[in-house]
Nanobody
């Protein structure tokens, strides 16, 4: 049974930082590319960063230079370091394997506001 548990969200002022974590279980974590997705109110879920099983990362243009994805295969955990946060980063953030996988965690809310 696949489980994905996201944590680390919160309320932060513009320009602030947060570090998200996602602990995975029920999968052979090290073989999968993992991604961080986000869904803002009224918008579709989007992939903002992903990291393959060799550690190569890619980012959507809107977060390049501000977000850093990383993984610890020994801990079955993927991270998202978010710096220079903007109000438009406000969303529920989820992690998942990259691909058409239906199982999602509960997500973690990130709110960027004064």
């Amino acid at each position: 049974q696949v489980q994905l548990v996201e944590s680390g969200g919160g309320l932060v002022q513009p320009g602030g930082s947060l570090r998200l974590s996602c602990a995975a279980s029920g999968i052979i974590f090290s073989v999968y590319a993992m991604g961080w997705y986000r869904q803002a109110p009224g918008k579709q879920r989007e992939l903002v960063a992903d990291i393959n099983n060799r550690g190569t990362a890619t980012y959507v243009d809107s977060v390049k230079g501000r977000f850093t994805i990383s993984r610890d295969n020994a801990k079955n955990t993927v991270y998202l370091q978010m710096n220079s946060l903007k109000p438009e980063d406000t969303a529920v953030y989820y992690c998942n394997r990259v691909g058409p996988y239906a199982t999602w965690g509960q997500g973690t809310q990130v709110t960027v506001s004064k």
